[in-house]
């Protein structure tokens, strides 16, 4: 499937979740009104996978992932509840990205290697699946899916080298070859969040990020024989966050 039809199917998903997150908040306000005083901040850490899909995977696709070169990576996040379903979510994240022909398996005799490191700011609406209209020390107790969609910005640093087979025939690099880029990236992500205490909940998450640009890992299509703009390198992680809140406006009752 081409990432385009992939987005767009992805678009539709997030489009009707939010049509029918409405529709089931005019039933919750008889119940609870979600007023601006049960809005309310938190912020959070996460550490992830993180996997590239790009110009040295085993398969020329989006879908294939080289499982050998997974690194571990890191990055922290300030989120706003604004209604009973819906989050805002600002994100910095620190990516670690590497990948080889021989790994891949596939074009072994060439060589090529690349390591890249990559600075991502995101901007991310979530929506979950189950509302909370009350106040925030009163959230379910319950494992809670989400889907998110957002838009974000990346500098991206990468080196790459080479190591042939005596016997290669074709262009070799010489040396190390560095490249920096800025790109846009979206990020789609999947995730369930759990409650462990008044303040604190954990989540775990998965996260495809579409990049604007085919240099992330510092290779572009033509050395693979294509040109496609359908292309573009892309990658994604797998993993945990927690995230603390500092909770709105509303005070706790006082017993006498």
Request: without cysteine; glycine residues 10%; aromatic residues 12%.
């Amino acid at each position: 499937m081409k990432i385009k039809t992939s987005f767009q199917a992805v678009l539709f998903l997030v489009l009707m979740f939010f049509a029918f997150s409405e529709v089931s908040a005019q039933g919750v306000r008889g119940r609870a009104r979600f007023t601006s005083k049960k809005k309310y901040w938190s912020f959070g850490g996460m550490i992830t996978s993180s996997n590239f899909m790009g110009d040295l995977s085993p398969t020329p696709n989006k879908g294939s992932i080289d499982w050998s070169n997974t690194l571990v990576q890191f990055g922290g996040f300030v989120q706003r509840r604004y209604l009973p379903r819906i989050s805002g979510r600002v994100s910095l994240n620190n990516n670690f990205f590497s990948g080889s022909d021989a790994d891949a398996g596939r074009n072994a005799d060439r060589g090529l290697e690349f390591f890249t490191y990559a600075t991502q700011i995101n901007v991310m609406g979530i929506i979950d699946l189950f509302p909370n209209a009350g106040v925030y020390y009163r959230r379910p107790k319950i494992p809670i899916p989400y889907i998110g969609l957002g838009i974000g910005g990346m500098f991206v640093a990468s080196t790459v080298s080479q190591k042939p087979d005596p016997n290669y025939q074709g262009e070799i690099i010489s040396g190390e070859q560095k490249n920096t880029e800025v790109t846009y990236v979206i990020p789609v992500a999947l995730g369930v969040r759990y409650k462990l205490s008044t303040h604190m909940d954990i989540a775990f998450e998965a996260t495809v990020n579409y990049a604007g640009s085919d240099m992330v890992d510092g290779i572009n299509n033509e050395i693979n024989g294509s040109t496609s703009s359908q292309l573009n390198d892309a990658f994604m992680t797998l993993g945990f966050s927690l995230n603390y809140i500092l909770g709105g406006t509303i005070k706790m009752p006082k017993f006498r």
